[in-house]
């Protein structure tokens, strides 16, 4: 039976421009976008007066650690979170147990979590130093592209220049993308052994482990590698302004290689690990004031290609322990359900555009992913995931109110202003006047329709 969706009277964004338009959405696609004034039966008419009418946002860097590890976060609460934050697809890692480094963990995966999803999903694979000859058959399966380090973090080895290598031309021959994890692991384990040696467990010393040069290091390593090997590269979670620039001067070279940052590298700072420890504990660690001011200037500039979240949540509890030691406190904070609020209120402060949010959280890393066009824009054709936003919605983010699994956010006690309203998945109500309606099984595995990247 036809399902359909009628949003009138709202104000469409893309990447270029906002215009006036209702939208029809038929059967989970977007049928129709007219001028105000459409006419015609709906199932449900939804009227966006006032609201601005967002694609659904893509969050291609979450770690919802689900199965196996489901004591940080369920793939239900993860996605649930997704949904109430503006996030109709999440882009999974491989981090969970088994991880998924291989096609027999891949589709373990995709059918254990086919029933637990609010929002849409796609999932990444990893990449090891062992597992090069076992990349091409997840590629084939549908997955949007993998995901390695250059350190020992998380349990994951570190790949090095040599096998890194060797695992970019292996992608490099069907046209896959990575997303790397940049930090150099030698330096960063000389850091810590002086600093363990000199008795350091004050909050600071977690900036000096992680230091500026040791991602600048491994930046440069994987750029040359990229530059070698012709691979489509994503560094992630740039921390810093300089580095933009150095990536955008090796893409303008020649080289497919993009720069992802998150949020909390646009509002934190070194000085807010110093004060509040464990949470804002997450590498690479934040820099300075006037770091983050450039990050915003390059940001608009058009030097970020994509916004990801970084979910990477853990329990109160195992925070803890890092307010005596901080070296007991695990890497990682959460953030799939406040990333879009943040950038939404950094639009309210003058800081950027809604045009240049919906490139950077919704159409590039829909391309990046090869998810586009069926996610990442609201043409017709596209799948119905809208977010109906209220620029004036004002909300004060209480720990409380988390409804990621950890319960915890380290924005607690933030005022933000501007809120998804009503998100849609497929033409589907998951959240409703800021209320999560959705349940898991709506949302299905997504597999990517192209190679990706924004060439």
Same mark, same amino acid.
């Given at each position: 039976? $036809? /399902?359909?969706?009628?949003?009138?009277?709202?104000?469409?964004?893309?990447?270029?421009?906002?215009?006036?338009?209702?939208?029809?959405?038929?059967?989970g696609?977007?049928?129709?976008?007219?001028?105000?004034?459409?006419?015609?039966?709906?199932?449900?008419?939804i009227?966006?007066?006032?609201?601005?009418l967002?694609?659904?946002?893509?969050?291609?860097?979450t770690?919802?650690?689900?199965?196996?590890?489901?004591?940080?976060?369920?793939?239900?609460?993860?996605?649930?979170?997704a949904?109430?934050?503006?996030? %109709?697809t999440?882009?999974?890692?491989?981090?969970?147990?088994?991880?998924v480094?291989?096609?027999? $963990?891949?589709?373990?995966?995709?059918?254990?979590?086919k029933?637990?999803?609010?929002?849409?999903?796609?999932?990444?694979?990893?990449?090891?130093p062992? &597992?090069?000859?076992?990349?091409?058959?997840?590629? &084939?399966?549908?997955i949007?592209g993998?995901? %390695?380090?250059?350190?020992? #973090?998380?349990?994951?080895?570190?790949?090095?220049?040599?096998?890194?290598?060797?695992?970019f031309t292996?992608?490099?021959?069907?046209?896959?993308?990575?997303?790397?994890h940049?930090?150099?692991?030698?330096?960063?384990?000389i850091?810590?052994? /002086? #600093?363990?040696?000199?008795?350091?467990?004050?909050f600071?010393?977690?900036?000096?482990? =992680?230091?500026?040069?040791?991602?600048?290091?491994?930046?440069?390593?994987v750029?040359?590698?990229?530059?070698?090997?012709?691979?489509?590269?994503v560094?992630?979670?740039?921390?810093?302004?300089?580095?933009l620039k150095?990536?955008?001067?090796?893409y303008?070279?020649g080289?497919?290689i993009?720069?992802? %940052?998150?949020?909390h590298?646009?509002?934190?700072? $070194? =000085?807010?690990?110093?004060?509040?420890?464990?949470?804002?504990?997450?590498?690479?660690?934040?820099?300075?004031?006037k &770091?983050?001011?450039?990050?915003?200037?390059?940001?608009?500039?058009?030097y970020v290609?994509v916004?990801?979240?970084d979910?990477?949540?853990?329990?109160?509890?195992?925070?803890?322990?890092?307010?005596k030691?901080?070296?007991?406190?695990?890497?990682?904070?959460p953030?799939?359900?406040t990333?879009?609020?943040?950038?939404?209120?950094?639009?309210?402060?003058?800081?950027?555009?809604?045009?240049?949010v919906?490139?950077?959280?919704?159409?590039?890393?829909?391309?990046?992913?090869g998810?586009?066009?069926r996610?990442?824009?609201?043409?017709?054709?596209?799948d119905?995931?809208v977010?109906?936003?209220?620029?004036?919605?004002?909300?004060?983010?209480? &720990?409380?109110?988390?409804?990621?699994?950890?319960?915890?956010?380290?924005?607690?006690?933030?005022? #933000?202003?501007?809120?998804?309203e009503?998100v849609?998945?497929?033409?589907?109500?998951?959240?409703?006047?800021?209320?999560?309606?959705?349940?898991?099984?709506?949302?299905?595995?997504?597999?990517?329709?192209?190679?990706?990247?924004?060439?």
């Amino acid at each position: 039976m $036809s /399902q359909t969706v009628r949003i009138i009277n709202g104000i469409v964004v893309d990447a270029d421009s906002s215009f006036p338009a209702d939208l029809l959405i038929r059967d989970g696609k977007i049928e129709a976008v007219s001028a105000p004034g459409m006419k015609g039966e709906a199932d449900r008419t939804i009227d966006a007066s006032g609201r601005y009418l967002l694609p659904g946002a893509v969050d291609e860097h979450t770690h919802m650690m689900d199965p196996g590890i489901t004591e940080r976060e369920e793939f239900e609460t993860g996605t649930a979170a997704a949904a109430y934050g503006g996030v %109709t697809t999440v882009v999974d890692h491989h981090r969970t147990v088994p991880a998924v480094y291989e096609i027999s $963990s891949l589709e373990e995966k995709i059918e254990y979590l086919k029933e637990k999803a609010v929002v849409d999903f796609g999932l990444k694979g990893g990449i090891s130093p062992d &597992n090069t000859d076992r990349l091409e058959a997840m590629w &084939n399966r549908g997955i949007t592209g993998f995901k %390695t380090f250059t350190c020992n #973090l998380h349990g994951v080895k570190a790949m090095y220049p040599g096998i890194l290598k060797r695992a970019f031309t292996e992608v490099k021959r069907w046209n896959g993308t990575v997303l790397i994890h940049c930090e150099d692991d030698s330096i960063c384990q000389i850091n810590e052994q /002086q #600093l363990r040696a000199a008795g350091r467990t004050d909050f600071a010393s977690q900036n000096a482990w =992680r230091s500026a040069l040791a991602e600048e290091v491994a930046v440069e390593a994987v750029i040359a590698v990229a530059k070698e090997t012709g691979a489509r590269v994503v560094i992630a979670h740039v921390s810093q302004a300089k580095l933009l620039k150095r990536i955008r001067e090796a893409y303008e070279e020649g080289a497919e290689i993009y720069a992802e %940052t998150c949020p909390h590298y646009l509002y934190l700072t $070194s =000085r807010d690990v110093e004060k509040n420890g464990p949470w804002m504990k997450f590498t690479p660690p934040p820099r300075d004031e006037k &770091n983050l001011e450039e990050m915003w200037r390059l940001y608009n500039l058009g030097y970020v290609s994509v916004i990801g979240s970084d979910h990477c949540p853990y329990p109160k509890s195992d925070k803890l322990p890092g307010e005596k030691n901080i070296w007991d406190a695990p890497n990682g904070i959460p953030g799939v359900e406040t990333s879009l609020r943040i950038m939404l209120n950094a639009v309210n402060e003058g800081k950027t555009t809604l045009n240049q949010v919906v490139r950077t959280m919704c159409e590039n890393p829909a391309k990046l992913e090869g998810l586009y066009p069926r996610k990442g824009n609201l043409r017709p054709g596209a799948d119905g995931d809208v977010v109906i936003v209220d620029m004036e919605k004002e909300e004060k983010i209480q &720990n409380d109110r988390v409804i990621s699994k950890c319960r915890w956010s380290p924005y607690d006690g933030r005022t #933000l202003k501007g809120a998804p309203e009503t998100v849609l998945v497929r033409g589907q109500i998951v959240v409703d006047h800021y209320h999560v309606v959705g349940r898991p099984g709506m949302g299905r595995f997504i597999e990517r329709v192209s190679t990706g990247g924004l060439r």
